[in-house]
């Protein structure tokens, strides 16, 4: 059973940085695409940024520059560093996988529909 627990949520202010991380347990496969998705009060949820087994990263026009999302394959963890973090970035924000077909190349995209799994959340507050 595929499991992800994220962490690394916090209140911080604007200007900020924060690392989410994203253990991800029970997955087999050596290939994959993982995301990073958010929603915030009121509003629904939105990709953020995805990445693939082969490292290809995709992210949404709003965090590009500010957010990294990066794996470490030994110790099975998503990570998604955000800096100059602004108000409009507080939200819940979770972690998501799916496996990748043999024949895909470059189609990992942070996009909601296409997810399998998710995790629970781990909740990032910005104050200005």
């Known amino acids: 059973q595929v499991q992800l627990v994220e962490s690394g949520g916090g209140s911080v202010q604007a200007g900020g940085s924060l690392r989410l991380s994203c253990a991800a347990s029970g997955y087999t496969d050596s290939r994959y695409c993982m995301g990073w998705f958010r929603q915030a009060p009121g509003k629904e949820r939105e990709g953020v940024a995805a990445?693939?087994?082969?490292?290809?990263?995709r992210y949404t026009d709003s965090v590009k520059g500010r957010f990294t999302i990066s794996q470490d394959n030994a110790k099975n963890t998503l990570y998604l560093q955000m800096n100059s973090l602004k108000p409009e970035d507080t939200a819940m924000y979770y972690c998501a996988a799916r496996r990748r077909a043999s024949w895909e190349q470059r189609l990992c995209f942070p996009r909601e529909g296409d997810m399998i799994y998710w995790g629970k959340g781990t909740l990032v507050t910005i104050s200005s």
């Open positions: 990445i693939d087994s082969d490292g290809y990263t």
